[in-house]
């Protein structure tokens, strides 16, 4: 499998395409000061994810000498800072 992840890579490099795809029309990122209002209705989704965030997420990235701290939850898309 490791050759032909490999030769994917060097592939797609010799071509000098973009490492990243640049924003489409239904992607979007909120500003970092705009603040998102959690739905009341996804008050036991939200509040598993903070769970997930503080307990698993939070301390591996800590390991890495940053921080992860959670934005907001709308429809489905989970935002971080």
Known sequence: LKPDVLAILLDHFTAQM???????????????????????????????????????????????GGDIVYRGFDQGKVYLK
């Open 18 to 64: 973009p490492l990243f795809r640049g924003p489409s029309a239904d992607f979007s990122v909120p500003a970092a000061e705009e603040e998102i209002v959690d739905n009341p209705a996804d008050a036991d989704i939200v509040a598993q994810i903070r769970d997930l965030i503080d307990t698993r997420v939070r301390p591996a990235v800590a390991n890495d």
